[in-house]
């Protein structure tokens, strides 16, 4: 568009790879569990227009006030016994899909916290205008990269999602890594 403004249109898909559960116990006090997730079941694709904000490669923010966002999910989740409208990320019973329309808003900033040591942040909002626009959908993460020497590095990821829809708190995810490189 102009200066450090450009157009922009994004499509973005974030599913699982692997079948997640909820653990209980039965009449007899045995622990159970059910499966409560899988491959695709939740899926979410998001498609929005706007203008990104681009300082340089290490500094953005992309706002997207047009951004229709799908939930897909396995309609064996949503036709169960007892099933209630929006218990499953939001889906009503009987469907395996919700719509949405809002707006994103997600930055990217990463910086050198001190020599071979890197930090890259990430954050995505969403807001749904046609439901709970108040009910902001979080994700942020960041990623510590640390250059120990020629054959060490590490890492540390933290990840928090916040979506009212799935589940009503915050979901955290922390990874730390050590990689070990040799040429041969």
């Known amino acids: 568009a102009t200066g450090n403004w450009y157009y922009s249109a994004f499509l973005n898909f974030k599913t699982q790879m692997d079948k997640g559960y909820q653990y209980g116990t039965d009449a007899e006090g045995n622990e159970i569990r059910t499966e409560y997730t899988h491959l695709l079941s939740p899926g979410y694709l998001q498609v929005g227009l706007g203008a990104l904000w681009k300082k340089n490669d290490n500094f953005k923010v992309n706002i997207a006030p047009a951004t229709g966002k799908i939930v897909m999910v396995d309609k064996d ?21 919700r719509f949405e329309f809002g707006a994103a808003l997600s930055g990217y900033a ?41 054959y060490l590095s590490t890492n540390f990821t933290f990840q928090a999602i916040y979506d009212d829809n799935a589940i009503r708190a915050f979901q955290v995810r922390e990874v730390f890594g050590l990689g070990i490189g040799y040429k041969f």
């Open 77 to 97: 989740f949503t036709t169960t016994e007892g099933y209630t409208d929006g218990d499953y990320f939001g889906v009503d019973a009987g469907k395996s899909t």
């Open 110 to 150: 990463k910086f050198e916290i001190m020599e071979n040591v890197s930090a890259e942040n990430i954050l995505a909002l969403y807001s749904n205008y046609l439901e709970d626009p108040q009910n902001v959908d979080i994700d942020y993460t960041l990623n510590v990269v640390m250059k120990i020497n020629k």
